[in-house]
């Protein structure tokens, strides 16, 4: 009977919380083509949490991943409601590289 | 230097996204089609207090981990059902006038939409209320 599953899930709903600043503020000031560093990233992390010994740790990590991962699926769509002025549209996004390469690609939407 | 993996991350990281991912998609389709949004909502708090209760019991680490994550989540999809029905109000999510529920919406709500002004693309550009429908693409 210990309640480390349920810790572990009020922490992720916490994390996962911190995904909506990511996504508002990452669409906002770089654009949705930012999903392609998200998602990388997010991979990344997800992988590192592989070689962390520590349960608890391994887990935050994991999930810390995961909400990167997620977020970059929700930025397309963040971008639409950014433009129907649902949120706060920004015209002059920062450029990021290789940002004319990505807008060719299909953004991941679930 | 003991370099063994450790899943558990993983494991999270795996029961998250999906968990999320299946929320997502059901708290829309289920508030879209429930008359009275309450028994979802209900049988969604019963689920995640039963899966954390099983979280609780079970000796199995990944099984633990995975289901804490899942009961949170279908406790929180519960608030998300009330907060889907509010979307709608708003015109933020579409309107199914095939629920009397939200039919009575449509009538009392002018901001109430059937259309779901966000099954497009972005255009780089802000819109205007008149033009937002015409750009829907799917």
């Keep these: ?110 | 230097m003991n370099m063994a993996i450790n899943t558990l991350g993983l494991v999270a990281a795996v029961t998250a996204f999906l968990t999320i991912w299946l929320g997502h998609v059901a708290v829309r389709k289920v508030e879209a089609e429930a008359r009275d949004i309450r028994p979802p909502m209900f049988i969604a708090i019963a689920l995640g207090l039963i899966t954390e209760y099983c979280s609780l019991i079970t000796d199995n680490l990944s099984l633990k981990t995975a289901l804490g994550i899942l009961g949170i989540t279908l406790l929180w999809d519960a608030f998300e059902i009330y907060r889907q029905q509010n979307r709608v109000k708003h015109g933020h999510a579409p309107a199914n006038p095939n629920n009397p529920r939200h039919a009575k919406i449509l009538a009392e709500h002018p901001s109430a939409t059937t259309l779901d002004l966000l099954k497009r693309d972005p255009i780089g550009r802000s819109v205007s209320p008149e033009e937002a429908p015409k750009l829907i693409t799917h």
């Design chain 1, 1 to 110: 009977m210990n309640p480390f599953g349920i810790l572990i899930g009020l922490v992720t709903f916490a994390i996962i919380g911190l995904g909506f600043p990511l996504v508002i503020r990452g669409e906002r000031y770089f654009g949705y083509w930012l999903w392609v560093y998200i998602m990388s990233i997010g991979f990344l992390i997800i992988i590192a949490s592989l070689f962390i010994q520590n349960d608890w740790a391994s887990v935050i990590v994991g999930v810390i991943g995961a909400t990167f991962v997620w977020g970059s699926t929700e930025l397309k769509e963040q971008a639409v409601r950014a433009e129907l002025g649902w949120f706060p549209f920004n015209a002059n996004k920062v450029k990021l590289p290789f940002a004319d390469i990505i807008k060719k690609w299909k953004a991941p939407h679930l």
